[in-house]
Structure formats: C-alpha cells, structure tokens
C-alpha cells in the first residue's frame, strides 16, 4: 500500500527556513517520480518542484526557483523540500504526491500523480 506522509510544516517569519519532508512506504523511491504541490484557501494547486526517479533530476516552478530545493534519500525512503527567504505568498497546504514513472521526466502537473501526502501547513507571517 502507497502511502507518504508529510511533516515540518509550521508557523516561521518572513525570511526563515523550513524543510519538510514527505516518507513514503509500501514502495520504493527509485522508481518513482515525486512531486511537491502547494493550495493556498482560494487558489488552485500549484506544483512548486520535483524529481525524477532515474536521474534524480529536479525541476522547480519559475515562482520558486532560487528559494526551494527538492532532495531525495533513497536510503531512507524520504524527499525532503527545503525552502529558504520564505515569503507571505509561501503560505499554503503542502503535499507530496508520487507516481511510478522510471525513465522518464518528473512532471509539475498535479494530474499526472496517483498517490498523495496528507499534506503539511505552511503558514509565513510575523
């Protein structure tokens, strides 16, 4: 049984860091690609980053990029998303999603994934 769990969400000030990460179990990471997403109250689900099974390549939205940084420990069953210089507009329920998907490229659509996180609050405010 797929399943990912994410965690490190939390309240932090304009300018702060978070990392959060997403464990997955019932599968192995090797195989399949990872995707973060983030909703905001009123807005549509945005992918923010993710990265492929194979290569590990990594991709990241234009609204983000310089800011996260998506990484994967196979060993540990675990992608992790860094996010540093976090903005009011950071604020959002983040969720990782993942699909099976060897040799292939990661995509930021979220229709492309078949299994999601719980999803993790980010709230960015002083």
């Known amino acids: 049984q797929v399943q990912l769990v994410e965690s490190g969400g939390g309240l932090v000030q304009p300018g702060g860091s978070l990392r959060l990460s997403c464990a997955a179990s019932?599968?192995?990471?090797?195989?399949?690609?990872l995707g973060w997403f983030r909703q905001a109250p009123g807005k549509v689900r945005e992918g923010v980053s993710c990265?492929?099974?194979?290569?590990?390549?990594?991709y990241y939205a234009d609204s983000v990029k310089g800011r996260f940084t998506i990484s994967r420990d196979n060993a540990k069953n675990t992608v992790y998303l860094r996010i540093d210089s976090l903005k009011p507009e950071d604020t959002a329920v983040y969720y990782c999603?993942?699909?099976?998907?060897?040799?292939?490229?990661?995509?930021?659509?979220?229709?492309?994934?078949?299994?999601w996180g719980q999803g993790t609050q980010v709230t960015v405010s002083s």
């Open positions: 999603a993942t699909v099976p998907a060897y040799g292939s490229s990661c995509s930021l659509k979220w229709s492309s994934y078949h299994y």
């Open positions: 019932g599968f192995t990471l090797d195989y399949y690609a």
């Open positions: 990265i492929s099974s194979s290569d590990g390549s990594t």
